[in-house]
């Protein structure tokens, strides 16, 4: 990949590197530069950019994240479009994510161009928590690094995965000396029963039994027999050895013991052991708390279906001292984790269905297009992309638009005041949407060849903080639709009047303002007239 000064006669094609305003028009770091970028920027005065231009065995940004980050993908992981040589990936379900610790470190080896970050391996997820990120460093990498680091991704099963929880019927006995109080043990099963339901199990059996060696061996036997899997023992005096009471009342039911300690504080007197294929784990002290300790980390595997060896735990030393101190506060608490870990943007839709079509001359959202309606093309595009919830907006003919529409997982609000334009539309859609949601694309209904692709696409590019809170996807540089627009300028977009829709925020917040090329010119087309209805069925 060549990059410096480029003559302007040389510049076509090439890839800015910094922003460069010209008067009124602001070309952002990324642009590609078409021939009629470089006469605004001749007659500006301009004769050279600094730019990147790609070179034979070079992979463009978005190509090479996209590749690598779709080898890395496993079950229960989505992967988001790339959008400046980054692809990120996401949790659809809540479970653990397992991550090969090794084979990221040799990815990230491969060439400083490819890169990729991940949350720690076995972290407890949710759905739409960001797992890992793609990132290739500006504009390309070498094809054999992409290969590369497809190859390692890919190696033994994609590198990111979640093991999504499984409904598990956990069982405990809890043991008990005579001065034992039975709020404390009562206490206990109900701390337990927490932590398993949070990982949507269920505590199906618990009771207390004396503190000794054959009472804790019986206790084992009658959970197996229950089926409980896992089973879990909480000692009311600590283990000291893996000989003592608790370990070997497993023994005694016929199990067997496979590890005492973990490097791993609090938690470091847990106990792993087995019986008949199931996993009997002697709890730490700790675990009577509700803060998180080693416990956590083994049970959050076992209920994902994640096998934990020694050596597993062995592994958890770095990162193991989980101990609250006065100048550390407590780090991992899982709820804590959950609210600060980076998530995919909630993006809603709002299709806007509701006007006259009076250059038509028919409602042209229920004219048909092959087998269904023109609105049902845009709406099933609409709803194989990334942006929930989806709302439609309907007014002329609404009972007609949503028979068109029955069956789909959209909402309906109405504008009775559709004739007096797209305003009033823009407005109802917004005050239907939740709360929470941090933007919404803004989908025409007579647009029926816009793609999921195209929206997902617009959905990548969105990042307030980086400067990206308005979206729009442009062809050959001319701005077209759908647009996404932050949730910031929802209050702004609830004021416009009239037929003009949010278009004018535009150009009033220019600075984020984020164009993205989309090679189709779906993304021009509207049907307002019968001549264009008649290309569109001609095209097929």
């Known amino acids: ?188 099963i109900e701390v337990v029963r927490t932590r398993v339901e949070r990982c949507g199990s269920e505590l199906a059996v618990a009771f207390d039994c004396a503190h000794e060696e054959a ?79 080693g416990f956590d980390w083994v049970l959050e595997r076992l209920l994902a279906d994640v096998p934990v060896t020694p050596a597993d735990i062995a592994r958890m030393g770095a990162g193991g001292l989980l101990k609250e101190i006065p100048t550390r506060p407590q780090p991992r608490d899982a709820e804590a984790r959950a609210a600060k870990a980076p998530r995919a943007p909630r993006i809603a839709a709002i299709v806007l269905a509701a006007g006259r079509s009076t250059r038509m001359g028919s409602n042209k959202l229920l004219e048909p297009l092959g087998a269904k309606p023109m609105v049902a093309h845009v709406v099933d595009a609409v709803l194989g992309s990334a942006a929930r919830p989806v709302v439609v907006v309907t007014g002329n003919q609404a009972p007609a638009v949503e028979a068109a529409l029955a069956g789909r997982a959209v909402s309906f609000v109405l504008n009775p005041d559709f004739a007096d334009g797209i305003a009033g539309s823009l407005r109802r859609g917004l005050l239907a949407l939740p709360s929470g949601i941090d933007g919404a694309v803004v989908c025409l209904g007579d647009m029926p060849d816009v793609q999921a692709g195209h929206i997902d696409r617009l959905i990548a590019a969105f990042n307030p903080v980086e400067g990206r809170a308005i979206c729009l996807p442009t062809m050959h540089g001319k701005r077209g639709n759908p647009v996404l627009f932050g949730a910031e300028f929802f209050a702004e977009m609830r004021e416009v009047q009239g037929d003009t829709g949010a278009r004018h925020l535009i150009g009033a917040h220019g600075d984020v303002v984020c164009e993205v090329a989309i090679d189709d010119p779906a993304v021009l087309e509207d049907i307002d007239t019968p001549e264009a209805l008649a290309r569109l069925r001609a095209r097929g």
């Open 215 to 293: 009472a804790v061996a019986d206790a084992v036997r009658k959970l197996a027999a229950e089926g409980a899997d896992p089973i879990l023992v909480f000692g009311a005096s600590a283990n000291v050895d893996r000989r003592d009471v608790v370990p070997a009342g497993i023994a005694g039911a016929g199990g067997e013991v496979l590890h005492f300690g973990m490097p791993v504080d609090p938690g470091n007197l847990l106990l792993l052991a087995r019986l008949g294929g199931r996993p009997v784990i002697g709890l730490p002290g700790c675990a009577r708390s509700p803060k998180m300790n």
């Open 1 to 188: 990949m060549f990059f410096g000064t480029l003559p302007l006669d040389q510049a076509e094609g090439a890839i800015l590197a910094h922003s460069v305003s010209v008067g009124t028009r602001r070309y952002k770091k990324g642009h590609r530069l078409a021939a009629a970028d470089l006469a605004l920027l001749r007659e500006a005065g301009k004769a050279s950019v600094i730019a990147a231009r790609l070179e034979s065995g070079d992979v463009p940004e978005d190509e090479a994240a996209r590749r690598v980050a779709q080898a890395a993908t496993g079950a229960n992981v989505r992967r988001q479009e790339p959008f400046t040589g980054r692809c990120n990936l996401y949790a659809s379900v809540r479970g653990v994510a397992v991550i090969d610790h090794a084979r990221v470190d040799r990815l990230n080896a491969i060439h400083e161009a490819v890169t990729i970050a991940t949350v720690p391996p076995f972290d407890l997820v949710d759905p739409d928590q960001m797992l890992a990120t793609v990132k290739i460093i500006p504009f390309a990498a070498p094809a054999a690094a992409v290969a590369e680091a497809e190859r390692i991704a890919a190696e033994g099963g994609p590198l990111v995965r979640v093991a999504g929880f499984a409904r598990k019927r956990v069982g405990l006995a809890v043991t008990r000396l005579p001065e034992t109080k039975r709020s404390i043990v009562d206490k206990t």
